[in-house]
């Protein structure tokens, strides 16, 4: 495992759309081994490839409930709304109010290739929307209500 670096707003590549993963090999495997790590030495609970410099449709989540490895994730089902304040790994320092669904259900498929459907609600829903809008090339500072802010104020 190691740890990749994080590119920052302004990189071109975060506004890439990202490809498909056709097939989970060795490669797509290294892939979501050193994004958890980056992850979780950022001190973040979400990492989108793209972030990484890799355009494959890949993301990592963990809240506080373990580890999702999302391959190929798709929102197919999405209710309410709530608006938070978000941050991401790739705009150190800032924060912002989003509006995200309440509750989402992703289907995506796992480092087995075998096809998963993940619910979130609160910040899981937050975080699966955040992550798979890196997918895109969205960044969360596009969607904020208001101003974007200090991470302290
Ligand atoms: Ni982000």
Do not use: F, W
């Not at 979400?46 to 506080?64: E, H, K, T």
């Not at 619910?119 to 090339?137: F, K, N, Q, V």
């Amino acid at each position: 495992m190691a740890i990749r670096r994080i590119l920052k707003l302004g990189d071109e590549t975060l506004r890439k759309t990202s490809r498909p993963v056709a097939e989970v090999d060795k490669r797509i495997k290294v892939l979501l081994d050193d994004m958890a790590e980056t992850m979780y030495a950022a001190d973040g609970v979400g990492l989108a490839a793209p972030q990484v410099g890799v355009l494959r449709r890949v993301v990592v989540i963990d809240v506080g409930d373990g580890l999702l490895e999302l391959i190929n994730p798709e929102i197919i089902a999405a209710e309410g709304k709530q608006t938070n304040a978000e941050g991401c790994l790739s705009v150190p320092g800032r924060r912002g109010d989003v509006e995200r669904p309440e509750k989402v259900t992703v289907r995506a498929m796992n480092r087995r290739g075998k096809e998963i459907e993940v619910t979130g609600e609160g910040l899981l829903a937050i975080a699966l929307c955040h992550e798979l809008d890196h997918l895109d090339g969205i960044v969360y500072v596009d969607k904020v209500v208001g101003e974007l802010r200090g991470e302290e104020e």
